[in-house]
């Protein structure tokens, strides 16, 4: 049993890692909203759909042009990475000026309540433009960075079997890590992003430094809606089909991600995503091995909620996060 | 006889000393006050006796009974109540739910007893009813009664959260800060009702307070912290001459300065 | 001016209402038994009750009055004709929601916790019921033979309500410890896992059926006669909607009531009183999932048929959408609001969407099939959380404290001082 689960290893890394890291970046969206307001926003799986619907439009209408052929791809891709972003950050922003700011001072089982309604608003209107627009709300791009590359893993050793992969896999991978990289740099190292971390230490204190509170939750809503949509595109670039409500689920792993690694903490985020998708893929490849056929894969969604059930037990400040007590 | 006894009560955050070594004892019936400048730790201190936070090291005792360890509604069974520095009531429930749900330990009543309306349930529940009113008319918010908590006055809040608190029927109660926000009447008013406090709802009081004048008229004894240790304790002249309390509260150069200067 | 006069003048003319309403009751039962056809007679034949909830009267004659309309009248006037079961069918569906509600309006409203998995507890009863009434149990029961009678029906009522309630109490036990906000993520998650072990629980033995459910449920049996119509299920589903009524105003006005909210409005405070914060959260969970779990024995037993489809996370969504339109932790605001949603839901929009079918059929006009109302269900869903969150958080009809008489008080604390003295 160990050995097949050995010689499956490269594969489960492989796919768990693309994945992970569209986990991990969605999981900087909600870390991000939640470490400056405490607000879990539900919309921010919907975001991320959003963004593989606009990004999905954007290659079916480039890929018509007839001169597009002459640009690489990975210029088109950036291309529409950056639109893509641009549009979803600015919804999020909207989404951000409209159903929360007014509820800054509500309870806060209000501000939950109107975000899961922005999340089902957000699937049924794009459910209802894509129906529209080509007839079916499942939607399939075009196929981009399909070559197949084979790690001829076996002949290195013999525990291993070969693992294969789309080269858009080398490019989400990639992507998503330049993304985190600058995320991280930006909030440690430019005064936009240090004027964030102080309003979500202390909004009081923050507006008393002469920060403009309400521009920096903005600003956070903004870079974790444009994150959140340009994940949306390279998740449509490796999987190709796509529909409207494929956000909620997968908003909740990310979300899980996030609290897994510590929530409010950006690395923290990172590591959780990449981390909880390595496991998931691994619990879909073996977790029938492991219990004998009891089990199967279908159970990985029961796997990835015992584990952050597990994690808010044992360890609710997370993997990275510091404990907190609560001022009375 | 002390009602309270603590002994080197020390509670640390991380590398953060929020109380060390901190030894004092309530004597039963009467009006104890704690004292010092912000951030001396007192809040954390009251929180340690109310269980909201489990000391580092050092014993609380109860009429000789540890409290340390169990949690804060265990502690209030035991007999200690509080009020909070940042006024915490239910604020969507009426006036008298607020000091009905003070009496929650009181009432009797299981499940069963709740669906069918035995006539003890329903006997309970007058008897807390009135209790809860007479309550009320004590601190002069009976005509408020079903007015929603949140629509009170600043100072009517506090008043209403001293009476929650001692709907509990408390051996010991901890008042965070009762007088602040509340203007000069108000606060004569209530210097009046926590006089009479423990007489009255045979209670002991100990209180952290900023008002010195409030302070030096009701309380018998009074301890003061400073960056979390007891510097100094006694009576109101013995603190109102230390040195070292004056020391703390306007630095070091008023200790020697020609000038008599109160702190109170 | 003049209007807002006679209204006033109205509002207080106890005779001069009751006189209407009757009126009303009369012309719209009247228009229902005559006019089979007519949904809207049945819908305003409903909505007396809700103008029976703000008439000047005594509650216990409003009591007597609305037991008359839903035993009697509302049975009696739909029976006319050929639409009789269907409009019992909407009536019965009505009342298994309404229920669920007040379910959730314990957890959610009163206790202030947002579960997102509440029909979990829903499926536990359905299956609880289903598996014993099936030849299910017999693939994994040592003893026994299965399917267990009709009778057993009742005593499944007791069961489900009681599984329910420990599911609720199991799934309690980790997530309580949780801060409030992660709540809503986990009880979804739980909703989530409970659904996808139904539906694989057929290996490696066959409790659930997987996928393809359990078909043929055994028909509850009462005195002999098997309950198998949606009019029977209607009276049965209307007996244990009252109890639940009863149980859940009860709790609400008893000390248990005032520990829920007080946890809601500052869980710090309410410990600090003597409320012990889980125990009472766990109270709120395994209560409100009871009342879910008995109806869920009462859906199994109408349909016959259950699969895991009937238990997905929108109609987790679709019963927290009645509690927030109607008002959280008001029950006759949930109430509106789960009679509101689910006539939405099954008669509201299948009769816009066959309405438009037909214009566009016609040529009249023409609408895009992906525009159909039937499919804009969560839009409409999302479309009420926001608008109810921004503009009236508080629902329909908000949630009102119990009133307490000071007079009553007073002289009863007289009386009391002039007994000690004497």
């Not at chain 2, 960056?227 to 070091?252: Q, W």
């Amino acid at each position: 049993m160990f050995l097949e689960m050995i010689q499956t290893l490269p594969q489960v890394l492989i796919d768990g890692l693309t994945l992970g890291a569209v986990y991990a970046v969605v999981a900087l969206g909600y870390t991000m909203v939640y470490g400056i307001l405490q607000l879990i926003n539900f919309a921010h799986g919907e975001i991320f759909m959003t963004g593989a619907f606009i990004g999905t439009a954007l290659f079916i209408f480039l890929m018509g042009m007839s001169w597009i052929t002459a640009i690489p791809q990975i210029l088109v891709l950036i291309v529409v990475l950056v639109v893509t972003a641009s549009l979803t950050g600015l919804m999020g922003m909207g989404i951000e000026r409209v159903a929360y700011r007014p509820l800054r001072k509500a309870p806060r089982l209000i501000p939950l309540i109107t975000a899961i309604g922005i999340s089902f608003i957000l699937q049924d209107v794009v459910r209802f433009i894509a129906e529209l627009s080509s007839g079916n709300y499942i939607v399939t791009g075009p196929s981009l960075f399909t070559e197949q590359i084979t790690l001829k893993l076996s002949s290195v050793s013999s525990n291993f079997n070969d693992a294969s992969f789309k080269s858009s896999f080398i490019i989400v991978l990639v992507i998503a890590i330049i993304l985190m990289v600058s995320l991280d740099y930006f909030i440690n190292k430019t005064k936009y992003g240090i004027a964030m971390r102080a309003v979500a230490l202390d909004r009081d204190t923050a507006s008393l430094m002469s920060i403009n509170v309400n521009k920096m939750i903005s600003l956070t809503f903004f870079i974790g809606s444009a994150l959140g949509g340009a994940t949306g595109v390279l998740f449509a670039v490796q999987y190709g089909t796509i529909d409207p409500f494929i956000g909620f689920i997968l908003g909740m792993k990310a979300f899980i991600a996030a609290v897994l690694g510590g929530i409010g903490n950006i690395r923290g985020a990172m590591f959780g995503g990449i981390l909880l998708g390595v496991l998931e893929m691994f619990a879909a490849a073996n977790l029938s091995l492991i219990t004998a056929g009891i089990l199967g894969a279908e159970y990985k969604d029961v796997f990835a909620f015992a584990i952050l059930i597990l994690v808010l037990i044992f360890k609710p400040e997370g993997l990275l996060g510091r404990p907190v007590a609560e001022k009375v | 006889m002390s009602i309270l006894e603590v002994t080197n009560l020390t509670k640390t955050f991380g590398g953060l000393i929020a109380n060390q070594d901190v030894s004092m004892n309530v004597e039963k019936g009467s009006i104890t006050a704690v004292i010092g400048p912000n951030g001396a730790g007192k809040t954390t201190f009251f929180n340690m006796i109310t269980g909201v936070y489990q000391p580092t090291s050092g014993d609380i005792k109860l009429e000789g009974k540890s409290v340390v360890g169990i949690k804060a509604d265990e502690v209030s069974k035991r007999g200690i109540s509080r009020t909070f520095q940042n006024i915490r009531l239910f604020g969507e429930m009426s006036v008298i739910e607020n000091v009905l749900v003070g009496m929650h330990t009181q009432l009797k009543t299981n499940l069963l007893g709740i669906f069918l309306n035995f006539p003890g349930t329903k006997k309970e529940e007058l008897e807390a009813e009135e209790e809860a009113y007479r309550l009320l008319k004590h601190f002069d918010l009976a005509h408020l009664l079903n007015e929603k908590a949140n629509n009170l006055s600043y100072g009517a809040q506090r008043k209403l959260e001293i009476a929650r608190a001692l709907a509990t029927k408390p051996k010991l109660i901890l008042l965070d800060e009762p007088a602040a926000g509340m203007n000069p009447k108000e606060t004569k008013e209530l210097t009046e009702i926590i006089k009479r406090m423990g007489e009255e709802f045979d209670v002991s009081v100990l209180l952290i307070e900023h008002d010195m004048k409030l302070v030096m008229e009701i309380s018998e004894h009074i301890i003061v912290l400073d960056h979390g240790e007891k510097i100094a304790e006694g009576n109101p002249e013995e603190i109102r001459t230390n040195p070292k309390v004056i020391e703390a509260y306007l630095g070091s150069s008023a200790v020697h300065a020609p000038t008599t200067t109160q702190p109170v | 001016m003049v209007m807002k006069e006679k209204w006033s003048l109205f509002s207080q003319n106890k005779w001069a209402q009751v006189l209407l309403f009757t009126l009303f009751v009369f012309v719209t039962s009247a228009a229902l038994y005559f006019s089979q056809k007519s949904v809207i007679a049945f819908l305003l034949l409903l909505s007396s009750l809700l103008i029976l909830h703000y008439l000047k009267l005594k509650k216990i004659t409003k009591w007597v009055v609305a037991a008359g309309l839903l035993f009697i009248l509302i049975p009696f006037a739909s029976s006319g004709g050929p639409a009789f079961q269907s409009y019992m069918d909407v009536a019965t569906m009505v009342g298994i929601y309404v229920s669920m509600a007040l379910g959730l309006n314990i957890v959610v409203g009163m206790a202030g916790l947002l579960d997102l998995g509440f029909v979990a507890f829903f499926a536990v009863g359905a299956y609880s019921y289903s598996i014993f009434a099936t030849p299910q149990a017999s693939n994994f029961m040592p003893f026994g033979t299965f399917p267990l009678g009709g009778e057993s029906f009742w005593m499944f009522l007791i069961i489900g309500g009681f599984v329910a309630a420990i599911a609720g109490v199991l799934i309690g036990i980790p997530v309580l410890r949780v801060k409030g906000d992660y709540l809503a993520i986990v009880t979804l998650g739980f909703g989530e896992i409970i659904r996808i072990l139904f539906n694989n629980a057929d290996r490696p033995v066959n409790i659930t059926g997987g996928a393809m459910g359990i078909a043929s449920v055994t028909p509850p049996k009462i005195f002999g006669m098997e309950l198998i119509f949606p009019n029977q299920f209607y009276f049965v589903t209307l007996v244990i909607l009252l109890f639940t009524l009863f149980a859940v105003i009860r709790l609400e006005q008893s000390k248990l009531g005032r520990s829920w909210k007080a946890v809601r409005e500052n869980e710090i405070a309410a410990q600090a009183m003597g409320i012990p914060i889980v125990k009472t959260k766990l109270m709120a969970f395994a209560l409100g999932a009871s009342f879910s779990g008995m109806m869920g024995v009462v859906f199994a037993a109408k349909q016959a048929f259950i699969d895991p489809t009937s238990f997905t996370l929108m109609e987790s969504f679709t019963i927290l959408v009645m509690v927030v339109l109607g008002g959280m932790g008001s029950v006759p605001g949930v109430i509106l609001g789960a009679a509101v949603v689910t006539i939405l839901n099954l008669q509201v929009l299948t009769e816009l969407t066959n309405w438009i079918n037909q214009l566009n059929f016609n040529g009249v006009i023409s609408i895009p099939e992906a525009l159909s109302p039937a499919k804009m269900q969560k839009f409409i869903f999302g479309a009420i959380l926001v608008s109810f969150a921004l503009y009236r958080p508080k629902g329909l009809i908000p949630a009102k404290n119990k009133v307490f008489d000071e007079k009553k008080l007073k002289d009863a604390i007289k009386k009391k001082s002039q007994i000690s003295t004497d």
